[in-house]
């Protein structure tokens, strides 16, 4: 049970149609192309969770000439490969690399010709799920670059997905067209910014480029979609979801000139909202929405004195109506907004509060180490934790009386109570049957960055490690789940910004 909590689903990796025969609205030599720009992404060696990746020959002919060997990895995906500045680089999602150790030789990607490089994590993103790897060994002349496309995608028009299906069936193509912009996906991370597309991926080939007729990149492949019907999740092959070119290659942009990371702003406020966990239409919501009141916009719960945002302590409490005049309707709305706001650039808030509207203008900050560190204290400040920084770990003490349901042990799912103590945390997120994701923690930013991944679930689970007990033995492994919601009837989902 121990490795069920503790090994981290990598998320639904996505591969291509096996050898889909290609449509004559590419030729063969753009394709071919994109081909060689293309690789295999393999984890080699994994931590406990995931991380807050000569002469050339006909490359179809080089592409399926031999399986690429896989045996050893613990996982794998597709990327692509990029230049900035005159320098290769590789494209992927997150969740490829997410669970990588910090050794060397922990990630290798693998080209056309089935070369196998070692490469390292130069930076990413779990929120949009990308990542960019630098090669620690030098490619030879088999490997291609390919670049994002300027101009947005066109509804209709015709694309390609090319990836690695199953780790078996190395470059596939697969062809559809773009079929719907600006999607908003679920799930912890991944939620703006996505192409819809009929072009097939199934697990496997995250990571993989979706090209237009010309080869130029429209999309990151990311995520595909699946119907439930009674108890079974079914498959939808004509709905297909890759990360825009325009944000893709800005990301990218940041992760390199940003030390790995995105630029974000930051305010120091807390966003909450109240809702119900049942589907509107359904009957437990017919009947608990007559007993139980949940908010119709977003509240300002809480502002750091010292932050940013200080001007708006005097909101706690407020509606927040509109972010820069557009409105927001839920937390997921305003996230959206936040994410658009460069570092530094006047935000106006539009609160309403005892029935007064105000429109409050501010300048945020920058989301940084010491930042998100400070989000990190409020999170555990809420749970009614204490802690400190040991060598290598971050530790947190327990008692009795804190927020959020009893503790369960990882072999045991059943609550229980057990003594107050030390424990190291080996990870924040979500631990819920049948999906499971969770971040590293080393330092108080890095609990910071899971909560603000976590909390518009309403619920952050946390896995413990009794201090000084042996890691290898499950019954000293816990789960501790802070509730944000006061009501066990309502979540109440939390944003940090």
Known sequence: MKTKLLTIVLGLI???????????????????????AVVTVGVFETGAAKKSLGFRGNASEMAYAKMLDLSGASGSGSGFIITYNGKPYVVTNAHVIEQAADTDGSIYVYSINRSKYKAKVMGGDSFY????????????????TIEFRAEPARVGEPVYAVGNPLGEYPYSVSDGIISAKNRVRGGLTGKFGFLQSTATVIWGNSGGPLVDVNGKVVGINSQIAFANQGNSSIWQPQINFALEAQLSSRLVNDILTNDGLISRSYFGIELVQKKLPYPPGTQQYAYYSRMYE???????????????????KAFEGAQLKAINGEPVRSLEEALGEFERIAPGKETEFTLIKSGQVS????????LNEDNSARIGKAFLDQGGFTYKNAPNQFLVSTTAQQNGSQFSTVSNSGAQVIPAGNFQVVGIGLLDEG????????????????????????????????????????????????????????????LWY
């Open 294 to 312: 949940t908010d119709d916009l977003p509240l300002l719960k809480s502002v750091d004195a010292a932050g940013p945002a200080a001007t708006l």
């Open 14 to 36: 996505l591969i291509t149609k096996p050898f889909a025969s290609l449509a004559q609205k590419a030729s063969p030599d753009v394709l071919e192309n994109v081909l060689s």
């Open 129 to 144: 799920d990308i990542a960019v790897l630098e090669f620690i060994d030098k490619p030879s002349e088999e490997i291609n």
């Open 435 to 494: 999906y499971e994701s969770v971040w590293r923690v080393a330092n108080l930013a890095d609990v910071g960055t899971a909560a603000r991944l976590t909390g518009m679930t309403g619920v952050v689970d946390m896995v413990l490690l009794r201090a000084g007990a042996d890691p290898q033995k499950e019954q000293n492994y816990f789960k501790k789940r802070i509730g944000l919601s006061t009501n066990d009837k309502l979540v109440q989902q939390t």
């Open 359 to 366: 429109k409050v203008k501010v300048k945020g900050g920058v």
